[in-house]
């Protein structure tokens, strides 16, 4: 409710300062013991753009924003903000505002005083900090909320005061670091629509650290899947998840079936049918390669001498997902729920590539 | 069969309901008994040492020795100096340890076990050990300041400041805290004074109570080191007038008591606003 009410002002209460900071991280690297959890990673990011960094645990996400921070020293690389190379500037200088996973508030100060600290560090008058941390709780939707303490505040209302917190500085950049991991469902889904109007009306540069492919690809203008300290892919989120341009790509982010093929002449044979190399195929092994798909690049038709054969069913609500053993592997489906009923288990069906071309990677060792 | 059953549950209820009462019963005057000769166990020697002091030869009772007390030669310097030493040392260790636990809980955490031990240390090793090695060790100049003894009392008080602020900051998301506060301008002092210390206030409460009671108290180490700290007067003047010596020592530990009981009072009183503000 909150949030309707104040997505729906017509008046921005605190209107946009500047356009935001580019931002070049360049050749990161970054060592713990022997692990390199950057691993000459690269990024550039475009004044008041939203990059989202995406991975699995470990690919070394929150350790890039965390260089760009300032909390973590690279081993080497650089860190450019506004063109100026700030790796060697102490966090506390580097002017970014940031939005913690675990609850940051702090819990002597009520909210109105947690947003004005910054202010207050900035050495501007009482009655100028009281102002301004008012405006901030009002743009987060908290205005009435200014004299609770962080015990007093849900986890979403709290995370809301922390990105108000990070706004009042008027940060060059806006570091978000899981903001939402910890809260529900719904609370995440409003907040993750607030945070995204936000960072458009104030068209500040932000990075946004997250393991959810859900909240990176409907947030970001552009996401950067990153792997083993390395980024794989950065691309806008339409164009990640229609063209992934490598495998881990193509498996972490939606979902995606391995099918073993066959290369032939002009592309691979694939369900009887010769069907297009999507990338490079100059890289690819000549022989065991697999095919992968997306549940709904693939059609299923009942028939009675399939291939296939339906050996499980989700029901994910207006689409339902079956799982058809096809040749040693289970190749995802999507088909409209109201015609699932029609896929029983054990039904054999015949299966159909509906995308022009598809993503061929080399063949897991382990598949 | 049902009826059956249920019957003879009844029967076995009925003897068990008394059974349990006299059970309870025993329990509660158990732990009453304990918490009684725990009570006197503190109160008996504090009663005996009132009644010492107060108690005239004849066995009439006066508040002479009390009244004596302001005009004892050498009473008021003695005082004065626990009090300078006793404040002092909670500085030194603050300031000291304070830094120490923070960097240790931010960046050492594996070291916190180390530290754990080490200051076990000042309490598994006998005063009088550590005041002849420091006497032995320390310099002309430093020997002949009272400080030193200060310098001694915040070894001995280690542990229990350690302890303090152990539990604090372990109740805080310490890191987090420092890099908020540090990704908003502060620098490490302004997050230590404004961020940290604020909310360390019990822990900070807690590591002075102890250091004062401890520092108010002590008498091994003032003594071998030759200055008349209060516990050093007590005991020397106790040779002189064992009453008023007696008097002071009961005044002092109701001094103490009041101190003690000001700062939990105040911790108390801000707790208390906090919670008026919630809904």
């Given at each position: 409710m909150m949030l309707e009410s104040h997505t729906t002002q017509p008046t921005p209460v605190v209107e946009a300062s500047s356009s935001g900071a580019p931002v070049v991280l360049k050749d990161l690297v970054r060592l713990f013991g022997t692990t390199r959890a950057l691993d000459g990673f690269s990024l550039e990011i475009a004044p008041g753009e939203l990059v989202a960094l995406l991975g699995p645990s470990g690919c070394g996400k929150t350790t890039a924003l965390r260089v760009l921070a300032g909390f973590e020293q690279p081993d080497s690389g650089s860190v450019n903000v506004h063109g100026k190379?700030?790796?060697?500037?102490?966090a506390q200088r580097r002017d970014m505002g940031m939005v913690f996973q675990s609850y940051s508030l702090f819990p002597n100060m009520n909210a109105s005083d947690n947003v004005a600290f910054g202010l207050q560090l900035r050495r501007q008058r009482a009655g100028a900090r009281r102002a301004r941390a008012g405006e901030l709780l009002e743009l987060v939707g908290l205005a009435d909320h200014a004299s609770k303490y962080p015990h007093q505040l849900s986890g979403g209302q709290q995370q809301r005061v922390a990105l108000a917190r990070a706004l009042a500085i008027e940060p060059q950049v806006l570091l978000l670091d899981e903001p939402l991991s910890a809260l529900d469902a719904k609370v995440r889904a409003e907040l993750r629509d607030q945070i995204r109007s936000l960072q458009q009306r104030l068209a500040i540069t932000t990075v946004f650290v997250t393991h959810d492919q859900e909240e990176a690809l409907s947030m970001a203008d552009r996401v950067c899947v990153m792997s083993k300290g390395r980024a794989e892919q950065v691309a806008a989120p339409s164009s990640l998840y229609a063209k992934p341009e490598t495998a881990f790509v193509a498996e972490f982010v939606g979902v995606s079936s391995r099918v073993p093929v066959t290369r032939t002449k002009g592309g691979v044979e694939l369900f009887g049918a010769l069907a297009k190399i999507r990338g490079d195929v100059q890289s690819l092994p000549e022989s065991e390669i697999d095919a992968l798909l997306r549940p709904e690049d693939v059609s299923a038709t009942i028939g009675?001498?399939?291939?296939?054969?339906?050996n499980h069913r989700s029901f994910l609500g207006a689409t339902t997902r079956l799982g058809v053993g096809f040749g040693g592997a289970t190749i995802k489906v999507d088909v409209r729920s109201g015609d699932a009923e029609l896929f029983e288990l054990g039904t054999r069906v015949d299966l159909t590539l509906s995308s022009r071309d598809v993503l061929v990677t080399g063949r897991k060792k382990d598949a | 069969m049902a009826s059956v059953v249920t019957d003879n549950i009844v029967d076995f209820e009925l003897p068990m309901v008394p059974l349990n009462l006299a059970k309870r019963r025993r329990i509660r005057w158990g732990r009453g008994l304990i918490l009684w000769l725990a009570a006197a166990y503190f109160i008996i020697p504090i009663y005996a040492a009132l009644k010492f002091s107060l108690q005239n030869i004849n066995g009439s009772f006066s508040l002479s020795p009390i009244a004596a007390i302001p005009s004892q030669p050498g009473l008021a310097a003695a005082f004065f100096l626990s009090m300078r030493l006793a404040f002092v040392t909670l500085a030194i260790v603050l300031f000291l340890m304070v830094p120490t636990m923070i960097y240790v809980h931010m960046k050492m955490p594996r070291f916190r076990r180390f530290m754990e031990v080490v200051t076990i240390l000042p309490i598994v090793i006998p005063p009088i050990v550590l005041i002849l090695g420091v006497l032995e060790a320390a310099p002309l100049w430093l020997k002949a300041s009272p400080y030193l003894l200060a310098l001694v009392y915040v070894v001995l008080a280690m542990p229990f400041v350690y302890r303090s602020l152990d539990s604090g900051l372990g109740a805080l998301d310490v890191k987090t805290l420092v890099e908020a506060a540090r990704s908003l301008g502060a620098g490490w002092i302004s997050t230590i004074w404004r961020v940290l210390v604020p909310n360390l206030r019990s822990a900070l409460l807690s590591a002075t109570v102890l250091t004062l009671a401890l520092v108010l108290g002590e008498f091994t180490m003032a003594s071998l080191d030759l200055w008349e700290t209060l516990p050093v007067w007590i005991v020397d003047f106790d040779q002189t007038n064992a009453h008023i010596s007696t008097a002071v020592a009961m005044l002092s530990l109701l001094g103490t008591w009041a101190l003690l009981t000001l700062i939990v009072s105040i911790d108390r009183s801000h707790s208390r606003r906090r919670r008026r503000n919630d809904v």
């Open positions: 190379n700030v790796s060697g500037v102490p009675s001498h399939g291939l296939g054969i339906v | -």
